[in-house]
């Protein structure tokens, strides 16, 4: 059986190579200032710091890290997308999304850790874009005539931007928006362009914001013309079960048609910004709170325990054994990070947290040399066999170089380092706003032009404490604000060993005061076990922003044959199987999960692996044995509450993202059935 997902030529590769500092250089920090909307754009509700204002510390750092040594920092050196003859290098291989999405991730890893060797590859890529912009200001390789690649390259280039200062990328894309505008009713958008134009929006309104070049609004409204309307989608949400390749008219080989694009889960993911993003040029209040009915019907027909929606290719019901593509997770949460600075809601930042501490991790292993297409929230098998998604291959749950199709092994690289962009905002009056929590620290300037310093020192998720240590150059006056999750009811904070008053569940503490070197703020947010309800009435147990899972046995075993394009080494593809029975239901209060024990443990180097995950739930449970397998996957789950004769066993649950094979919803058990 293998617990810990890491050939020992990894391990050691790991070692041999040492870590990066823990304190990059100064030169290494961000060469541009946070910019604000500028007018008429709306206001941010909070503002976004460049890249490198934030940096990962703790475990953060040590995943970022990890990430470095895995798959993002040699794919490069193996996989030919991304490789020499990209045609985003000059040569003639891959020439669409493939290399724009491996630097949209590479970027900010090689710049937040300061990784000389991954800066030098970052560079390469964006010095072809720089140095072959066309005379008509296209930008890319000359046979992709798509305008979709492009976006994904325009966000790479506005990170590096923040953090080099280099003066060429304003020009470029200041030529290259004049092109898209002149160009953009001859050509306008079509497929998957039309379905992602926030993806082009969001640089649009970064290049506004420095230039106050009117035109770029009126490629934005060209943009909002051509492309879907998202807003009417989900307020006339149509797919409100699961959706097949037959309803939909998906077809081998052919193109989409539009009802397939509109089920897609990337193309929802990435929706989930479009219309916060358009309301800072509409200035319509529906636009900006649109987000919220989309999260609303997406969690009702579609939702999963990770804090996803199921979507393997296109929706897939409430079903927990239905997935969700990798691509879809690290596009939620761009989309979330986008939507929380235009509104300002703790609310999304919560699913943030839930998303990125839970359904992220999860889809990896735990050296991040493999990962899957999909992953299940009741994943009991990982293997090469056909299974009941919505449109996928019998390879889309295999954890491997490129299981089913090869989009999610370029974009995966983004999730890690833009969750720590997102960590810390600007308020609009120049305070600074905890929006997510996690090891790092901030620096910044601050109300009065002061440059403060914020350390957070924590362990969270897997802990309920935050303490910062805030020092200013000098002695000043601004707001710190501090979300409070919903969950945290209890939450308390203090300021130098003073309690803070107005603690509210579900939003922001706000302190204002004059803070001085060495002041000191601690939070903290107790994890009290906590029950939640999904399909057919199951139970799922959460603490804090995490969602556990029941531990199984995990045999690893390398996938030599079968696949339709074998990984070239040093890519594995791997099957999985339990070595531990899967069909359990718990025996738990429905409403207070009394009784469920939690044991703290150590932080290890690998957390989200099943054996150093650093807490544990201990519940009882029963095995429910008409619960089966169904062509590869955990059968129907059986309505709760559901009868079992079982005797009563302990079970353990660790956090959802360590566990690569998982029951996460589980049957609730009828006490009165039987059980000793």
Not at 368 to 396: F, I
Not at 527 to 550: C, H, I, K, N, Q
Request: hydrophobic residues 40%; contains cysteine; neutral net charge.
């Amino acid at each position: 059986m293998r617990t810990l997902i890491l050939p020992v030529v990894i391990i050691t590769g790991l070692i041999a190579q040492g870590s990066p500092p823990e304190r990059p250089a100064a030169a290494d920090r961000p060469r541009s200032a946070p910019t604000f909307n500028r007018q008429p754009l709306r206001a941010e509700a909070l503002v976004p710091l460049p890249l490198g204002a934030v940096r990962p510390t703790g475990w953060l750092r040590r995943q970022l890290q990890i990430q470095a040594a895995g798959l993002t920092g040699h794919l490069d050196e193996f996989w030919p997308d991304v490789g020499k003859n990209s045609g985003w290098l000059g040569g003639t291989g891959e020439s669409w999304e493939r290399g724009p999405y491996f630097v949209d991730g590479l970027v900010p890893l090689a710049y937040l850790l300061g990784d000389e060797r991954l800066i030098a590859k970052a560079r390469t890529w964006v010095e072809w874009t720089l140095t072959h912009q066309g005379g008509d200001g296209r930008i890319g390789p000359p046979k992709n005539t798509d305008w979709w690649p492009n976006m994904v390259m325009l966000k790479a280039l506005t990170q590096y931007q923040e953090v080099t200062g280099d003066p060429r990328v304003i020009p470029l894309m200041q030529r290259y928006f004049a092109y898209h505008l002149a160009n953009g009713r001859k050509r306008p958008l079509h497929e998957w362009a039309s379905y992602r134009w926030a993806d082009e929006l969001v640089s649009v309104i970064w290049l506004y914001s420095r230039t106050g070049d009117a035109s770029l609004l009126d490629l934005a409204r060209l943009l909002h013309e051509q492309g879907t309307d998202w807003k009417r989608h989900f307020a006339e949400f149509p797919f409100k079960e699961k959706t097949t390749s037959e309803q939909l008219g998906v077809k081998p080989g052919s193109k989409l048609p539009d009802r397939a694009m509109l089920a897609h889960g990337v193309n929802n993911a990435m929706a989930l910004k479009t219309n916060a993003l358009w309301s800072f040029v509409s200035g319509d209040p529906t636009d900006r709170n649109a987000i919220h009915r989309a999260l609303d019907v997406l969690d009702r027909y579609h939702g999963q325990p990770n804090g996803m929606f199921s979507a393997d290719e296109h929706y897939a019901g409430p079903d927990p054994s239905q997935g969700v593509e990798l691509c879809a997770v690290v596009e939620a949460l761009f989309s979330l990070q986008h939507a929380i600075r235009v509104t300002g809601d703790a609310a999304l930042a919560d699913r943030v947290e839930r998303i990125a501490f839970n359904a992220l991790p999860a889809t990896f292993s735990a050296d991040m040399w493999s990962h899957q297409y999909d992953q299940q929230p009741n994943q009991v098998m990982c293997t090469l066999a056909k299974r009941a998604w919505s449109s996928n291959g019998p390879e889309a749950n295999l954890f491997g170089l490129e299981p089913n199709f090869g989009c999610c092994t370029a974009n995966l690289h983004q999730g890690w380092p833009k969750l720590v962009q997102s960590l810390w905002m600007l308020t609009p009056d120049r305070g600074l706003a905890a929006v997510t929590y996690a090891p790092s620290e901030v620096r910044a300037v601050v109300a009065g032009d002061v440059a403060v310093t914020i350390t957070e020192d924590t362990e969270y998720p897997f802990r309920d404490t935050v303490r910062m240590k805030v020092s200013p150059a000098a002695p000043v006056s601004f707001p710190l604000l501090l979300r409070i999750p919903a969950w945290a009811a209890n939450a308390s904070a203090q300021v130098n060993g003073q309690a803070v008053q107005g603690t509210r569940a579900g939003g922001f503490l706000r302190i204002d005061r004059r803070w001085t070197a060495g002041d000191e703020v601690a939070l903290t947010l107790p994890m009290t076990p906590r029950p939640s309800t999904w399909y057919r009435d199951s139970v799922a147990l959460e603490r804090g922003p995490l969602v556990f899972s029941l531990r199984l046995g995990e045999d690893w075993k390398k996938l030599r044959q079968g696949m339709k394009k074998p990984a070239p080494p040093p890519g594995v593809d791997w099957e999985v199987r339990p070595t531990t029975p899967w069909n359990y239901g718990l025996v738990v209060d429905p409403s207070t999960a009394a009784g469920v024990k939690v044991r703290e443990l150590p932080i290890g180097d690998f957390p989200f692996s099943p054996m150093g995950a650093p807490v544990e739930l201990t519940v009882t449970g029963r095995r429910v044995p008409e619960w089966t397998l169904v062509d590869g996957s955990a059968g129907p789950l059986p309505q709760s509450p559901a009868a079992s004769s079982s005797p009563d066993e302990s079970l353990t649950l660790i956090p959802y993202g360590s566990a690569k094979l998982r029951v996460t919803a589980f049957p609730r058990i009828d006490a009165s059935t039987g059980g000793k």
